[in-house]
């Protein structure tokens, strides 16, 4: 099939993508610059033992985040159990915390000098490290357990989403057939939500990839170590980007390995949104052994970390109380607002001329425009810099070509930079979520329509538009949230004076002195539920 | 189109309005955090009505400031460690300052010999020792590589400014190989991986994880006067090493002025205002450093601590072998 789209969609959706892709390009076109030879000797040197790290977090992550997201997802979609009701929005709550909070959080636990050892210590009388075994937090799998904490709840979310979008009728034929339970869930189910866990556990991993603050917390050279290394130590950000093109590149292997391994599969759902689904009602020990799975990541992932800030404000209230607070409340608000609705237009331009031309070029858009989520924030930040501090000088350029006084950095020295450095950070989630929910109408529908003579552009607005709300929503929020949490990017890219919830906590967090920005920390994570309890509400209908 | 064009010239107009700063406005980039500069600068405002704007952010800043050229808005650069000004140096970003105050606040070593950079304060990399298992004993930094420690030491990464600062005064007196045996022995000591920040090495000496530990010298201070940390401040003693011979290693932290400040005087007031009594006091009461300006004592708990001989090395001379402290990090594999 094939639908002529009126011109200025595809040329804006190149136009939007390329923009977004800028930065990226920025960074690439660094990395062919002189290295001073940085690059040899980091592969000389430690490199390979950062890219086993690297590899062993990232695989780690999203493997644990698999185990944790999917089954949960699946028994809160599919099962009755005790308190499935509070654990359908409970689940979703790690999100809104960020993950330094987490990892500062059971360092301090669970590491030598802290209460837990201290307690084992005092109880049982050993004197010495050298007197018994206990598992060392800052480690590979130190890391890959806080960040799984952290991370889950995006294959969580979408997978769940996935499921109840599944039409129901399909589980039935199936059962009538005589399939159990466990069958039904492995031949039916989870091969119609593949592309939507697909989607979330390249989330995840580019999360992973792009982390710094966990890894280098928890003391876990990775390849993001080395970019910084390279950049701030060596000062070569050539090397820098170098390193951050081979990531870009070895992701851009992984999920097209995956697309790959679904290419003939092509699945269409027809719900009509009035079919009921019938969990299965579980009893006894199953049904409670869900239950206190469920409440044991649930306690550990937002519990505990947001008892102990709690903990932590009451203790330093005065130390952490700010009278600006609001003020960084209402920046970080506004912020992460204008960002989420930049993000879900660009995702619903891009996804919808992927799906409309059909060629696979058009494609390319939607790619092009989801690689900058794996990057550094920091990396991310330079790139941004890069084309707009050009820009910046090109408009004064030609104002003191007329000898007038130019307007200054208008792009790079403003508000502008931040939002810029988010949406090109966050447009993956935004892109990936809603071509999921795409996706899933079948082409009949667009064909119905057409022949009708609607146009392709009143076909969205009318079709498709109201049939992805969902996804939309979905993506809006985990754009939102994320823009509340990020870090690097506003860090570098912010006006004078401009403080978010999240720099202010950072300038604490960076002293190790989470104490003392607890308070504001707490306010990240409240903003972060609210939104949180929408997207849930809207899921559940 | 041409509502287009109209949107970008509103755009223009609006960014270019909020971007026109009043001429008692000085803007400034800050690597240190904010809460431990807003008691200063919150003073000079104070005082003299000039109104005074903060980025802050640990990494990237310098980079910043190149890619906006003589656009920037920033005036002033503040920075925690040697490094980062010499970086500034050389890459041209900051310019000369002649000014008699600053030099007669700030001695000779602690500023650069043209003006483009100035200490503010300095801080010793101090060696603590537990006071139950080894006393408060002479030491050196060459003792942390002595295998009589094997297992005994703690340190946080080694790629750490401060850190690197160390190994490079390290490759400064020993030269690259003398210092490469140097930090392979001090790796062997180690009793965990680098990690964590510099009071964590103090609070493992406390826990009985390691006997020695290395740190800066206001941290301890800081710890010593905050109650939940104070126990662990209690149970080490702070070392100046290298007492019978070099002395100890010392970094500053430091403020340049940009190349293209647009309200240079105003900046230059406020760098001098820095240098004076009233701010050093602030320096060196609220965030334990050493001033710089020898009319300012250091705090009496910081007093209380001794006098002490620095490494007389200049300060360039650490910056110089930053690059071969790295790469002696990665062969070594420090950190791993």
């Given at each position: 099939?094939?639908?002529?789209?009126?011109?200025?969609?595809?040329?804006l959706?190149?136009l939007?993508?390329?923009?977004?892709?800028?930065?990226?390009?920025?960074?690439?076109?660094?990395?062919?610059g002189?290295?001073?030879?940085?690059?040899?000797?980091?592969?000389r040197?430690?490199?390979p033992?950062?890219?086993?790290?690297?590899?062993?977090?990232?695989?780690?992550?999203?493997?644990?985040?698999?185990?944790?997201?999917?089954p949960?997802?699946?028994?809160v979609?599919?099962?009755?159990?005790?308190?499935?009701?509070?654990?359908v929005w409970?689940?979703?709550?790690?999100?809104?915390?960020?993950?330094?909070?987490?990892?500062?959080?059971?360092?301090?636990l669970?590491?030598?000098?802290g209460?837990?050892?201290?307690w084992?210590?005092?109880?049982?009388?050993?004197?010495?490290a050298?007197?018994?075994?206990?598992?060392?937090v800052?480690?590979?799998?130190?890391?890959i357990?806080?960040?799984?904490?952290?991370?889950?709840?995006?294959?969580?979310?979408?997978?769940?989403?996935a499921?109840?979008?599944?039409?129901?009728?399909?589980?039935q034929?199936?059962?009538?057939?005589?399939?159990?339970?466990?069958?039904?869930?492995?031949?039916?189910?989870?091969?119609?939500?593949?592309?939507a866990?697909?989607?979330?556990?390249?989330?995840?991993?580019?999360?992973?990839?792009?982390?710094?603050?966990?890894?280098?917390?928890?003391?876990?050279?990775?390849?993001?170590?080395?970019?910084?290394?390279?950049?701030?130590?060596y000062?070569?950000?050539?090397?820098?980007?170098?390193?951050?093109?081979?990531?870009?590149?070895?992701?851009?292997?992984?999920?097209?390995?995956?697309r790959l391994?679904?290419s003939?599969?092509?699945?269409y759902?027809r719900?009509?949104?009035?079919?009921?689904?019938?969990?299965?009602?579980?009893?006894g020990i199953k049904?409670?052994s869900?239950?206190?799975?469920c409440t044991?990541i649930?306690?550990?992932?937002?519990?505990?970390?947001?008892?102990?800030?709690?903990?932590?404000?009451?203790e330093?209230?005065?130390?952490?109380?700010?009278?600006?607070?609001?003020?960084?409340s209402?920046?970080?608000?506004?912020?992460a607002?204008?960002v989420?609705?930049?993000?879900?237009?660009?995702?619903?331009?891009?996804t919808?001329?992927?799906r409309?031309?059909q060629?696979?070029?058009?494609?390319?858009p939607?790619k092009?425009?989801?690689?900058?989520?794996?990057?550094?924030g920091?990396?991310?930040?330079?790139?941004?810099?890069?084309?707009?501090?050009?820009?910046?000088?090109?408009?004064?350029?030609?104002?003191?070509?007329?000898?007038?006084?130019?307007?200054?950095?208008?792009?790079s020295?403003?508000?502008?930079?931040?939002?810029?450095?988010?949406?090109?950070?966050?447009?993956?989630?935004?892109?990936?979520s809603?071509?999921?929910?795409?996706?899933?109408?079948?082409?009949s529908?667009?064909?119905?329509?057409?022949t009708?003579?609607?146009s392709?552009?009143?076909?969205?607005?009318?079709?498709?538009?109201?049939?992805?709300?969902?996804?939309?929503?979905?993506?809006?929020?985990?754009?939102?949230?994320?823009?509340?949490?990020?870090?690097?990017?506003?860090?570098?890219?912010?006006?004078f004076?401009?403080?978010?919830?999240?720099?202010?906590?950072?300038?604490?967090?960076s002293?190790e002195?989470?104490?003392?920005?607890?308070?504001?920390?707490?306010?990240?994570?409240?903003?972060?539920?609210?939104?949180?309890?929408?997207?849930?509400?809207?899921?559940?209908k | 189109?041409?509502?287009?064009?109209?949107?970008?010239?509103?755009?223009?107009t609006?960014?270019?309005?909020?971007?026109?700063m009043?001429?008692d406005?000085?803007?400034?980039?800050?690597y240190r955090q904010?809460?431990?500069?807003?008691?200063?600068?919150?003073?000079?405002?104070?005082?003299?009505?000039?109104?005074?704007?903060?980025?802050?952010?640990?990494k990237?800043?310098?980079?910043?400031?190149?890619?906006?050229?003589?656009?920037?808005?920033a005036?002033?650069?503040?920075?925690?460690?040697i490094?980062?000004?010499?970086?500034l140096q050389?890459?041209?970003?900051?310019?000369?300052?002649?000014s008699?105050?600053?030099?007669?606040?700030?001695?000779?070593?602690l500023?650069?010999?043209?003006?483009?950079?100035?200490a503010?304060?300095?801080?010793?990399?101090?060696?603590?020792?537990?006071?139950?298992?080894?006393g408060?004993?002479?030491?050196?930094?060459e003792?942390?590589?002595?295998?009589?420690?094997?297992?005994?030491?703690?340190?946080?990464?080694g790629?750490?400014?401060?850190?690197?600062?160390?190994?490079?005064?390290?490759i400064?007196?020993?030269?690259?190989?003398?210092?490469?045996?140097?930090?392979?022995?001090?790796?062997?000591?180690?009793?965990r991986?680098?990690?964590?920040?510099?009071?964590?090495?103090?609070?493992?000496i406390?826990?009985?994880?390691?006997?020695?530990?290395?740190?800066?010298?206001?941290?301890?201070?800081k710890?010593v006067s905050?109650?939940?940390?104070?126990?662990a401040?209690?149970a080490?003693h702070?070392?100046?090493?290298n007492?019978?011979?070099?002395?100890?290693?010392?970094?500053?932290?430091?403020?340049?002025?940009?190349?293209?400040?647009?309200?240079?005087?105003?900046?230059?007031?406020?760098?001098?205002?820095?240098?004076?009594?009233?701010?050093?006091?602030?320096?060196?009461?609220?965030?334990?450093?050493?001033?710089?300006?020898?009319?300012?004592k250091?705090?009496?708990?910081?007093a209380?601590?001794?006098?002490?001989?620095a490494?007389?090395?200049?300060?360039?001379?650490?910056a110089?072998?930053?690059?071969a402290?790295?790469?002696?990090?990665?062969e070594?594999?420090?950190d791993?």
């Open positions: 099939m094939y639908i002529r789209l009126n011109k200025k969609w595809p040329a959706s190149w939007f993508s390329l923009l977004i892709f800028l930065p990226i390009l920025a960074i690439v076109w660094q990395s062919f002189d290295d001073q030879d940085v690059f040899g000797h980091l592969w040197t430690v490199l033992d950062y890219l086993i790290n690297t590899l062993l977090v990232v695989s780690g992550v999203a493997v644990l985040s698999l185990c944790i997201g999917v949960i997802a699946w028994f979609a599919m099962c009755q159990f005790p308190g499935r009701a509070f654990f409970a689940m979703l709550l790690p999100l809104a915390m960020p993950s330094y909070v987490v990892a500062f959080v059971y360092t301090d669970l590491e030598y000098a209460p837990v050892q201290g084992l210590r005092q109880a049982f009388g050993w004197r010495s050298q007197d018994y075994w206990f598992f060392d800052r480690t590979v799998s130190g890391a357990v806080m960040l799984t904490l952290v991370l889950y709840p995006y294959v969580y979310l979408l997978a769940r989403t499921f109840l979008e599944q039409s129901p009728s399909l589980v034929s199936a059962r009538m057939l005589g399939s159990t339970p466990w069958q039904s869930f492995k031949r039916i189910s989870l091969p119609l939500a593949r592309p866990i697909a989607v979330a556990v390249s989330l995840v991993a580019m999360e992973t990839l792009a982390d710094f603050a966990v890894v280098h917390y928890f003391a876990v050279p990775t390849l993001t170590t080395a970019v910084y290394d390279t950049w701030l130590g000062g070569s950000l050539a090397a820098a980007a170098r390193l951050s093109a081979l990531m870009l590149a070895a992701l851009f292997v992984l999920i097209s390995l995956e391994g679904r003939k599969q092509r699945h759902q719900g009509s949104g009035q079919e009921k689904i019938q969990r299965y009602a579980l009893r049904a409670w869900i239950t206190l799975f044991v649930f306690a550990l992932a937002f519990a505990w970390p947001f008892i102990t800030l709690v903990q932590m404000a009451v330093y209230f005065e130390q952490s109380w700010n009278p600006q607070f609001i003020q960084y209402i920046n970080s608000l506004t912020l607002t204008i989420a609705f930049v993000c879900i237009a660009i995702a619903l331009l891009l919808f001329f992927k409309l031309a060629s696979g070029y058009a494609a390319m939607a092009l425009a989801s690689t900058g989520y794996a990057l550094p920091t990396v991310l930040a330079i790139g941004v810099l890069i084309p707009l501090s050009l820009f910046d000088h090109g408009i004064n350029g030609i104002f003191e070509y007329f000898e007038q006084q130019g307007p200054g950095l208008i792009l020295g403003t508000l502008f930079a931040i939002v810029a450095g988010y949406v090109v950070r966050f447009a993956a989630i935004a892109i990936g809603v071509d999921a929910s795409l996706n899933k109408i079948s082409p529908i667009d064909m119905a329509t057409l009708m003579g609607v392709p552009l009143k076909m969205f607005f009318k079709v498709h538009l109201p049939l992805v709300r969902k996804g939309c929503f979905v993506a809006a929020l985990l754009v939102f949230i994320e823009s509340m949490k990020e870090l690097p990017a506003a860090l570098l890219l912010r006006p004076n401009y403080e978010t919830l999240a720099t202010y906590v950072y300038q604490f967090v002293d002195q989470l104490e003392h920005g607890a308070l504001a920390a707490i306010v990240i994570v409240l903003v972060g539920l609210i939104p949180l309890i929408f997207l849930n509400r809207s899921l559940e | 189109m041409k509502s287009l064009i109209a949107l970008v010239a509103g755009a223009i609006l960014a270019s309005s909020f971007s026109a009043s001429a406005e000085i803007n400034i980039y800050s904010p809460f431990l500069i807003d008691p200063v600068v919150k003073k000079f405002s104070d005082d003299t009505g000039i109104k005074i704007n903060v980025v802050f952010a640990k990237g800043l310098a980079e910043r400031l190149q890619r906006e050229g003589k656009y920037t808005k005036d002033i650069v503040l920075t925690t460690d490094s980062r000004l010499m970086e050389d890459k041209g970003l900051v310019q000369a300052v002649d008699k105050v600053i030099n007669d606040n700030v001695p000779a070593h500023r650069d010999e043209q003006g483009q950079w100035f503010l304060t300095t801080r010793v990399r101090n060696i603590y020792t537990s006071k139950e298992r080894l408060n004993i002479a030491i050196s930094y003792d942390l590589a002595d295998a009589k420690y094997q297992g005994k030491i703690c340190t946080r990464s790629k750490h400014p401060y850190t690197v600062a160390l190994i490079s005064s390290m400064a007196h020993h030269g690259y190989e003398g210092a490469k045996t140097w930090l392979n022995g001090f790796k062997n000591n180690l009793a991986k680098p990690q964590g920040n510099d009071r964590g090495q103090i609070k493992a406390k826990q009985g994880q390691c006997d020695i530990a290395l740190g800066n010298s206001y941290y301890f201070g710890m905050d109650v939940k940390q104070k126990p401040a209690d080490v702070i070392v100046f090493p007492q019978n011979n070099r002395g100890a290693h010392i970094n500053v932290s430091g403020m340049a002025l940009t190349k293209y400040s647009h309200n240079k005087a105003s900046a230059i007031k406020l760098m001098e205002y820095l240098t004076g009594a009233l701010a050093q006091k602030i320096y060196a009461e609220v965030n334990m450093e050493y001033p710089v300006n020898v009319a300012v250091p705090s009496p708990l910081v209380s601590w001794g006098e002490f001989k490494d007389t090395l200049a300060m360039s001379a650490i110089l072998h930053r690059k402290a790295l790469r002696l990090l990665d070594v594999k420090f791993l």
